[in-house]
């Protein structure tokens, strides 16, 4: 894990543009207030829309065994089990 470089309240004000651009591009800072950690900046994860084939296969062959069983139980433990349509009046 990378320690996140340190700004300055002022640095933050002065070259917006400068850390915004890095910022984009990936990279977080900590900002300082009188030499005090006082908050983060990190990029927002965008969201992808596409997975090709090859990496689908790579996540899958990686994810956990799933046991039907215990899986129905699962379900069936938090979903509600009443057949009634709490709709109807």
Do not use: K
Not at 17 to 46: K, N, W
């Amino acid at each position: 894990m990378s320690v996140q470089p340190e700004i300055t309240q002022r640095d933050l004000r002065n070259r917006s543009r400068e850390i915004m651009d890095a910022i984009q591009g990936g990279q977080s800072f900590t900002v300082t207030r009188d030499g005090h950690p006082v908050g983060q900046l990190v990029p927002l994860r965008r969201r992808r829309r596409f997975v090709s084939r090859q990496e689908f296969a790579t996540m899958s062959r990686a994810a956990p065994d799933i046991h039907l069983d215990t899986f129905r139980a699962d379900q069936d433990a938090t979903a509600d089990t009443y057949l009634d349509d709490p709709y109807a009046h």
